[in-house]
């Protein structure tokens, strides 16, 4: 890959309070423009890695890098670094807490001494990105959840941040909020904006995201999505089934119906669009 690593943790470990080592010796890398997937099994490590790409924890070992440079922990330092990286977590009443939609959106960039322009600004930006402009005034209690969902993630764009990392962000969204959810992190990424989405789902990694990371007992594995999540023994150490849409594409391959160069099908409607034109198979006489 040519893209720049933006943020990185080069030898990174960290344990909890009397427990043992969640991550030890990893090194993992956020390239710009890159949409990567993070995956992995229940306890394998995503909340940790997401928490110290964003400083809201300090590796005991190992280094926190924003393009090349090390990470002071200092007021600083962290302020620089939630310029360039912001974290939305799953539960969106877990960051949400002022009461309407636009008092919540800017109290990032009101902590960073902006003149009122420059917040009202960058709140109408990111209540307009995520298409929630005509909730400014609506009180947070009242939101849905997948108003709510929209709000802590604008709170995060407000901040303008290169890097934006969110947890399971289509968790408990009905089908239309996923597709509207994906639609509005598509422009996101169309704007500059480089996206790290943790998710359970190999079919919407597949489907979305240029890279995949599997986080395994023995480290991290990143790579193309494709490639790396039609890796079936990383799969398995990752607690992770075959997607949907490769284990499509392996049979279209030994139909002849999609070539070995082609890639495969990642929704349903590219498998329709692969396979019109194509007759079924006959299907055998009885004798």
């Excluded at 009180?139 to 407000?158: D, N």
């Excluded at 398995?236 to 495969?264: D, K, M, Y």
Aim: proline share 7%; charged share 20%; glycine share 10%.
């Amino acid at each position: 890959m040519s893209e720049p690593v933006l943020v990185a943790l080069r030898g990174a470990s960290y344990a909890y309070e009397d427990g043992p080592a969640v991550l030890s010796g990893l090194d993992f890398e956020v390239r710009a423009g890159r949409a990567l997937a993070l995956l992995g099994r229940n306890g394998s490590g995503k909340t940790t890695l997401m928490r110290l790409l964003s400083g809201g924890l300090r590796p005991h070992s190992g280094q926190l890098t924003v393009e090349d440079r090390p990470v002071r922990y200092d007021r600083r330092g962290l302020t620089l670094l939630r310029t360039t990286v912001q974290l939305v977590v799953q539960d969106p009443d877990d960051q949400l807490f002022a009461a309407s939609v636009f008092q919540d959106v800017s109290f990032g960039p009101l902590n960073l001494g902006l003149p009122d322009t420059e917040v009202r600004a960058r709140v109408d930006e990111a209540l307009t990105a995520l298409d929630i402009s005509a909730l400014a005034e609506r009180p947070t209690h009242l939101l849905s959840y997948g108003q709510r969902k929209r709000t802590a993630i604008a709170g995060a764009v407000a901040m303008r941040p290169r890097v934006l990392i969110l947890d399971e962000p289509t968790a408990g969204l009905d089908p239309d909020g996923q597709e509207r959810l994906i639609a509005t992190l598509d422009g996101l990424r169309a704007s500059g904006t480089t996206v790290v989405m943790a998710t359970h789902d190999v079919d919407l990694a597949l489907r979305w995201a240029d890279d995949a990371a599997l986080l395994t007992p023995s480290g991290a594995v990143t790579g193309p999505a494709e490639a790396t999540l039609a890796r079936t023994d990383l799969l398995e150490q990752a607690g992770l089934r075959l997607p949907w849409g490769i284990a499509v594409a392996g049979l279209l391959r030994a139909q002849g119906l999609l070539t070995s160069p082609a890639p495969g099908p990642r929704t349903a409607e590219e498998l329709a669009a692969t396979t019109s034109g194509h007759s079924a198979p006959p299907v055998p006489a009885d004798n």
